[in-house]
């Protein structure tokens, strides 16, 4: 296994206090001038080259540097012995607590610990003079010193660390927070423009398809009328809700243009204008208290779910009867549309589903059920009523809290 390159700081460490040692050596300044030594002076260069060479593998190794050391001060024991030597141990236990494992780093300061009160004691028991003390202190200096200031350090950088991963997260949470809220406004303004032009472009379809179809001047006439009805409408909701749009982005509250169940007659005899020449017939039940007042989103949410209804009964629904009922209990409002379901003479406006999406969505926000299909129709076959309908049926719950007060 190769070794990484050493740090430049590293390399740094080391050229410096070999340089020292090297200094010390030749002057003859050793760190036990008194007392004879086992071993000349010559051989403290040994010790103090490998305490050198390990500086540089401090952080790639920490751990066989600080074992490896201390067999290199031990040895250093045996000869005059160098200062230079002892400093540099000292930063391999400091570079050991820092940069090993985080089990070493709760075990070397307590060990070290350990070992600087076995030399005040031993040095205290084996002199038995006030010189021991300063033994003790220098052995503190060398060994318990280090780890304990390593120990912080280290601590102080995981701080760091951790405070600065929680930062980046903040940050994260925070941008995926913003996606999804322009994501979910994106949506809400494709729902909305989507219920307030296709009602009038579908009217519009249909109509210009039965002008082109048809050789009669009075059918154009009555058909280009009511295409200039639906444009110059479907241009004052356009600029409505661009209006709202330009408001939000401003800063400023959304106005209380929003529309509300009271809307839905209206909505009914629009559709009834539109649908009559291609044999719809519209009807609307509405069980409902007038006085009473439903929560907004609520109210919203229904408005255009019978109003994408009514747009998809325009664009392919066979002649017959177009029913609207809408029936508000105490925990939920009930809306459904049946519209027949079968061949029509009159060519069908395309189709994407996106309404049928958008209604879902709507449904879905206010956690409530919502069902779109081909059904078998009530009595079907015993009057000449059609067989099949398509149905829309939405259930919006009614929260007890969201419930606004009857207006007095």
Known sequence: ?????????????????????LVLWFLGLHARPAGPALLGPAYMLV???VTAGLELVRRALPHTALLAGTIALAADQLTPGSIATVVMFADLVYAAVVYGTPAAARRIPVISGMITIGAFVGFLAWLQEPAAL????VTALVVFAPATSGAVVRNHREAADAARLRAEQTALLAEMDRVQAV??????????????VANHLSAIAIHSTAALSLDDGATTRRALGVIRENSVEGLAEMRRLIGLLRDSGAGGAEPAATPTLAGLRSLVAQARVNGTPNGLSFELRQADDPGRRLPA???????RIVQESLTNALKHAAPGPVQVSVASGERALTVTVTSPFGPRPEPRAPGSR????GMEERVALLDGDFRAGPEEAPGAGADGGPGRIWQVRAVLPLRGDDREPSAA
């Open 354 to 357: 996106a309404g049928l999406v």
């Open 297 to 303: 989103p609520v109210e919203l949410a229904a408005y």
């Open 1 to 21: 296994m190769s070794l990484p390159r050493p740090h430049r700081d590293d390399v740094t460490i080391a050229a410096i206090w070999l340089s020292v040692g």
């Open 134 to 137: 300063l033994l003790g202190m």
């Open 183 to 196: 994501t979910a406004e994106r949506a809400r303004m494709a729902r909305e423009l989507h219920d307030v």
């Open 47 to 49: 010790p103090l080259v």
